[in-house]
T-cell receptor
């Protein structure tokens, strides 16, 4: 049961904000967020743990609603370097990370 | 410090042949994951190791796929009798805590 992300794709102008959502049908222990640029491996951005603790990128924030099994990633004042595909990864047990469907973000000048 | 390394970086093989993909995790990382990513698609979980044991093999697509990890370090993913649908980038990641560090991947092409 792969987490569902929305939107599937978004185009922003530099300086604009965006929100990417991740929704799971399973109970979650934590949610990870990764960004993957074309032709490169995914890079860790942030992890959100039960209880509200967050660890990760200073310029990116996220929320984790345990009851709704949802997470949102907030990108503010977007930069060209933010372009890429964003994946959420949900952890339900045994530290197995199940990655979401992905959101393709393009930032244009 | 050294990151996760994978070899080979590219592998072209004929349908029906066996292939071995190798992953060297970051030293000290106890958990190791294998994922598959088809062109333009997301990350598909294959298998997870904690130390040398694999508590979750649920993602292996068929019995043609197997993986092992020795000495709590290097892992090998083996695909027997490769099929064209096996063509993808195979990514390995290791972790000691929460953050997964990914290797550069092996691009497998089955002709």
């Amino acid at each position: 049961q792969q987490p569902v992300q929305s939107p599937q794709a978004v185009i922003l102008r530099e300086g604009e904000d965006a929100v990417i959502n991740c929704s799971s049908s399973k109970a979650l222990y934590s949610v990870h967020w990764y960004r993957q640029k074309h032709g490169e491996a995914p890079v860790f951005l942030m992890i959100l743990l039960k209880g509200g603790e967050q660890k990760g990128h200073e310029k990116i924030s996220a929320s984790f609603n345990e009851k709704k099994q949802q997470s949102s990633l907030y990108l503010t004042a977007s930069q060209l370097s933010y372009s890429g595909t964003y994946f959420c990864g949900t952890v339900g047990g045994y530290q197995k990370v199940t990655f979401g469907t992905g959101t393709k973000l393009q930032v244009i000048p | 410090g050294a990151g996760v390394s994978q070899s080979p970086s590219n592998k072209v093989t004929e349908k029906g042949k066996d292939v071995e993909l190798r992953c060297d995790p970051i030293s000290g990382h106890t958990a190791l994951y294998w994922y598959r990513q088809s062109l333009g698609q997301g990350l598909e979980f294959l298998i997870y190791f904690q130390g040398n044991s694999a508590p979750d093999k649920s993602g292996l697509p068929s019995d043609r796929f197997s993986a092992e990890r020795t000495g709590g370090s290097v892992s090998t993913l083996t695909i027997q009798r490769t099929q064209q649908e096996d063509s993808a980038v195979y990514l390995c990641a290791s972790t000691r805590g929460y953050e997964q560090y990914f290797g550069p991947g092996t691009r497998l092409t089955v002709t």
